[in-house]
């Protein structure tokens, strides 16, 4: 289950600016970071890649990603792979939100676990589907399905980014809608995929058999999201009273 308890829904990214003094950054300053933030999808998913068979794969990885560290905040940031090996009962945490990059740098969307899995999750997928599309791997693939599986993926993705920036501000109940939508487009993305061409194609069944999971995880990390987010919603109101 995620933990958003002591999570800083509020958190003032401009804040770290600070620390800075005067420097102000440029656009090499920015692609340097979103390159760094790229290498943190790329090492979940290297991770994901391993343990792909783990029934508790999504709490195991975050362990190896050091986002189970209950004792953080919005200002901390991870500096090592925690030792110790790995457990059963380790959580998936929002409010472990920081990525181990430069302490100066700045707090974005980029650096949430949740938007690092999404978009490792949907790169695989994206990637390894054009490849079958493209390839001409599969002829007994019909255009329509190939267009419509495509579209499933781009618009579940989309839905799943605005969410995790809805959650990023703090908007809980804006975070549930908008996975609500990236949930519709995930159980769009089951229908199609199972009316892949599986006997008459190697590459749509090999595609089948690695993708069918990860839109399972997707859903999953979703649900989880969605409960913590109504639950803390409820907080909220009631402490407003």
């Known amino acids: ?17 600070d620390d ?26 290297s991770f994901y890649r391993k343990m792909r ?23 901390e940031i991870a500096s090592s792979t925690p030792e110790g090996g790995l457990d059963n009962d380790t959580e998936f945490s929002l ?3 920081m990525l181990d990059i430069d302490d100066l740098d700045p707090y974005t969307l980029h650096r949430h676990p949740v938007y690092v899995v999404t978009k490792g999750l949907y790169n695989y997928l994206q990637t390894t ?8 791997k599969a002829p007994e693939l019909t255009t329509a399905l190939a267009v419509d599986f495509t ?13 995790v920036s809805a959650l990023d501000m703090g908007d809980y109940s804006l975070c549930v809608t908008h996975l609500k939508y990236a949930l519709s487009a995930v159980n769009n993305s089951f229908g199609l995929i199972q009316q892949l061409p599986l006997r ?19 859903r999953d990390l979703w649900l989880r999201v969605m409960t913590e987010c109504r639950e803390e919603h409820k907080r909220g109101f009631w402490n407003d009273e």
């Open 200 to 218: 008459e194609s190697r590459e749509c069944a090999m595609f089948h058999a690695e993708g069918l999971p990860i839109l399972f995880d997707l």
């Open 1 to 17: 289950m995620f933990s958003m308890s002591g999570y800083n829904s509020e958190f003032d990214s401009d804040g770290d600016w």
């Open 53 to 75: 068979h783990h029934p508790n794969r999504l709490d195991e990885i975050a362990r190896l990603m050091g986002w189970d560290r209950e004792d953080w905040n919005a200002g």
């Open 129 to 136: 589907w054009n490849d079958v599309v493209k390839g001409g």
């Open 151 to 163: 579209s499933s993926l781009h618009n579940g993705e989309l839905q799943a980014i605005l969410g």
């Open 20 to 45: 800075r003094g005067d420097l102000a950054w440029n656009e090499y300053d920015w692609q340097k970071y979103l390159k760094q933030n790229d290498a943190e999808v790329v090492r979940f998913f």
């Open 95 to 97: 409010d472990d939100e």
